[in-house]
């Protein structure tokens, strides 16, 4: 039994549900799946009608979910315009974090945090150096798994990922589903958002009905 878990890096409502995911992986494996949002011809440069396409998200964001944002993201990083978004090398990077011993969503964490309240570039690959360090990844070992990893196994993977999206009936960044046996059931997370422990009670019986003769 695991929690599956559709993603994007640069997504705002993923980071809503960071404390979720957090809570979860403590009663049930979660496996982590990016879906490229910003990848490809979808990556783009922070301007001026971006940032004011993002804040007035955000903040609701920050009002439900109670994820802080800082003034390094919305008065720093939405205002550098020579910074790029462009999910496939944070997403490169998870999946260097996962094969290095299982730690793509403990970076993915880091991530977030990196770029919602320090405003840092997580596409830039110093930046994603320096956060796979944060939480503990040699240096030689992530440079080597990054560079495996990058450009076609990457692209693969979001293709994989976005196949599973809509296979399970999904619809967007974030989604969740319950695998137990050969059963696949959606789990909202919208109405937990900011109540961790709700979320991991609701968690317990679907599991727990699940596993139900």
Known sequence: MRLHYVLDPLCGWCYAAAPLVKAAREVIPVVGHAGGMLAGPRRRRISDDWREHVMPHDRRI?????????????????????????????????LAAEQLGGRG??????MQTAHYV?????????VLNELAQDIGLSPESFAGAFDELAGAPTDAHFAHSRQFLHEIGGNGFPTF????GRQLK????????????AWTEHLAQLAAGAALP
Not at 66 to 71: E, W
Not at 105 to 110: G, S
Not at 186 to 197: E, H, M, N, R
Request: charged share 25%; hydrophobic share 50%; no cysteine.
């Open 62 to 94: 920050e009002m439900l979910s109670g994820q802080p944002f800082g003034v390094a993201y919305f008065d720093g990083l939405l205002r550098d315009h020579a910074a790029v978004l462009d999910s496939a090398p944070p997403a490169t990077a998870m």
């Open 105 to 110: 969503l403990d970076l993915l964490a880091r």
């Open 118 to 126: 320090e405003g840092k570039r997580i596409a830039e690959r110093e």
């Open 177 to 180: 589903a319950l695998e137990a």
């Open 186 to 197: 959606l789990v909202a997370s919208a109405p937990f958002l900011g109540k961790p422990q």
